[in-house]
């Protein structure tokens, strides 16, 4: 039996460092990719098969869907769009270069590499396509816009893919976790101070909050869960005869996608606004 390929995005810590180490423990041949070059090198000293992937340059993605092509000779069993990062601040804050930076890794890349890789599991007749949302890609939640705005529009590009590729033996499906333990929180608090002019903002007052929170050593949110969490949902949507469309991760996305259906837009907001207020103390 053929082993079978699976390319992961954003390895170098959190959600992807974990699938790639699990898939591999399951026997995959895991191709994992990060943006710096330290991190290959982490990745490779871990005894992962490696590869450098910077979803926001065009020639790096076409250097590293040939090296993968190259070692597998030409065939990709399944890709996880994992790579992702969340820009913080009001929408009011966030100018154009900021947002277009937002889209470009979430989005644009994300989706670039991936019509790279369609033409191969269409020629094998199979192939499985895993994309990373969020439970922000289901509701909006305060200073997250540029996050939310990238998620929204990657539910509605995955679900229009999904029945673009219907009987072509490509499955796809999406994760969307809600609080996960990782280096997102870290990371986004180090994007906003570089991009956002808080002491200038209408929101300065509202951004000592997002900044506590930001900076708060350990779990941020309740239900905040460790990233086999996702790895499970990983494994089904890719062994799965059926896998499903959407793959919910921890109660809070259980919770919104049920309150999404059922409350008035107004609740709704209420609900929201309320929840970050709290968070955001």
């Known amino acids: ?63 590293a869907v040939d090296e993968v092509l190259l ?35 979430n989005l644009f890349g994300t989706q670039e590499l991936t019509n790279r890789i369609i033409p191969v599991m269409r020629a094998q007749g199979r192939g499985r396509l895993i994309y990373n949302s969020s439970l922000l890609g289901l509701v909006a939640m305060p200073y997250r816009g540029a996050y939310n705005a990238s998620k929204f529009a990657l539910e509605g590009l995955v679900d229009t893919l999904r029945l673009e590729l219907a009987g072509s033996g490509i499955q796809v499906a999406l994760i969307e976790p809600g609080p996960i333990k990782s280096r997102f929180r870290a990371n986004s608090l180090a994007g906003f101070r570089r991009t956002i002019d808080i002491d200038h903002s209408a929101h300065r007052d509202h951004y000592r909050g997002v900044l506590k929170r930001l900076e708060k050593v350990g779990p941020a949110a309740p239900f905040t869960l460790p990233p086999v969490a996702v790895l499970k949902r990983v494994i089904h949507a890719l062994e799965s005869p059926r896998p499903r469309r959407r793959y919910p991760v921890t109660v809070p996305t259980y919770l919104f996608a049920a309150a999404r259906r059922v409350l008035p837009y107004a609740a709704l907001d209420w609900l929201l606004a309320r929840i970050s207020r709290n968070e955001n103390r």
């Open 1 to 63: 039996m053929t082993t079978p390929s699976v390319l992961i995005t954003g390895c170098s810590s959190g959600i992807g460092l974990c699938v790639a180490h699990g898939l591999r423990q399951r026997g995959y041949r895991v191709f994992a990719s990060a943006r710096q070059p330290e991190d290959v090198a982490r990745l490779q000293g871990q005894g992962l098969e490696t590869l450098r992937l910077d979803l926001d340059d065009s020639v790096s993605i076409d250097q």
């Open 71 to 105: 070692r597998t000779g030409g065939t990709l069993d399944a890709l996880f769009n994992n790579a992702a990062y969340g820009q913080a601040g009001a929408v009011e804050d966030l100018s154009r270069a900021v947002l277009r930076a937002q889209f470009e890794t």
